[in-house]
């Protein structure tokens, strides 16, 4: 037995192997979770939430200092956005829990 480069412990032996070239497109068969969420309940996400943007140039960048203010492009009015993966799940309001910013969800977007 010796040990592998990559340091996983010993090879006892190594073969090649030919794969076979498939048509990627319609699958038959069973669905991977065939409508059972309840696998995933448990995994994390990680959300986001944009509160706005601003664009600026390269100077004025460079010219920001403590205390500068950069305003954001949404009216204090409007509701924030909840992103999954960069994509909009929810919209809601600013809030305070405990010493924490927090979201009320208002709207939830139609997916397509």
Known sequence: MTKD????????QAQRIELEEISVGAVEGRSLF???????????VALEVSVGNAQITV????????????????????P???????KVVARGELVVVDDCFGVSITQIPRQP
Not at 35 to 44: D, E, P, R, S
């Open 80 to 86: 924030v956005d909840v992103l999954l993966d960069g």
């Open 59 to 78: 100077g004025e960048l460079f010219a920001l200092k403590e205390k500068s203010i950069l305003p954001l492009n949404k009216l204090t009015a409007e």
């Open 34 to 44: 065939d409508a059972n969420l309840q696998l995933i309940q448990g995994v994390k």
């Open 5 to 12: 480069s990559v340091g996983h412990g010993a090879v006892q």
